[in-house]
C-alpha cells in the first residue's frame, strides 16, 4: 500500500503573505490560508485579507515591526515582482484582521486607534474577530461592530 504525500505543512493552519511592489512607494500586502491537514476544507488558496496604498502606507511601520519580529523580510521586492513568505498561525490572524478591519477606512486617528486595539487582542480574540469577518452572511456588519469598540 503505498502512502499518500500529506498536505504542505503537517497539522496546523497554514497561512502566507503575498507581497507585491506595483511601482515605486506602492505595496500591496495580502494574507492566504493554504491548504493543510488542519483545514481539509480548504481545497486551493483561500484569501483572508489584504492592504495597499495610503491606508498600508499609514500602518506600515507597524506591520513592518511585526514581521521583523517573526523574522520575515520582504525588503527585497523589485517592481512588478511578487514575494512569498509563511506566516505564523499568530500573525496571520493579526496581519488578516488588521487588514479586513482597516482597509475601507479613511480617518487617520481611527484607524490608529483599531490598529493599536488590534495588537493589544489576545490571540483568541483576534481569531474569534476574523472567523467573524471571514464566515459571517454579512462581514461588513462585523467589521464596523470591531471598529466601533475599538475606536473608542
Same mark, same amino acid.
Given at each position: 500500500m503505498a502512502k499518500r504525500a500529506a498536505? &504542505?505543512?503537517g497539522i496546523r493552519p497554514q497561512y502566507? *503573505?503575498?507581497? &507585491?511592489?506595483?511601482?515605486?512607494g506602492d505595496l500591496? *500586502?495580502?494574507?492566504?490560508?493554504l491548504p493543510s491537514v488542519a483545514t481539509p476544507e480548504i481545497k486551493e488558496p483561500y484569501y483572508v485579507g489584504g492592504l495597499?496604498?495610503?491606508n498600508l502606507a499609514l500602518v506600515e511601520n507597524r506591520v513592518f515591526k511585526q514581521m521583523r519580529a517573526a523574522g520575515l523580510d520582504i525588503g527585497t521586492l523589485r517592481s512588478g515582482e511578487v514575494g512569498r513568505r509563511d506566516l505564523t498561525e499568530d500573525l496571520a490572524l493579526r496581519l488578516g484582521l488588521s487588514f479586513r478591519a482597516l482597509a475601507p477606512m479613511r480617518?487617520?486617528?481611527?484607524?490608529r486607534g483599531v490598529a493599536e486595539g488590534i495588537d493589544?487582542?489576545?490571540?483568541?480574540?483576534?481569531?474569534?474577530?476574523l472567523g467573524m469577518a471571514m464566515h459571517r452572511r454579512r462581514p461588513r456588519r462585523v467589521l464596523a461592530a470591531l471598529r466601533c469598540l475599538l475606536v473608542e
Open positions: 498536505p &504542505r505543512g502566507e *503573505l503575498r507581497a &507585491r511592489k506595483r511601482g515605486p500591496l *500586502l495580502e494574507v492566504w490560508q495597499s496604498g495610503r480617518n487617520r486617528l481611527y484607524m493589544a487582542m489576545a490571540k483568541e480574540e483576534a481569531a474569534y474577530w
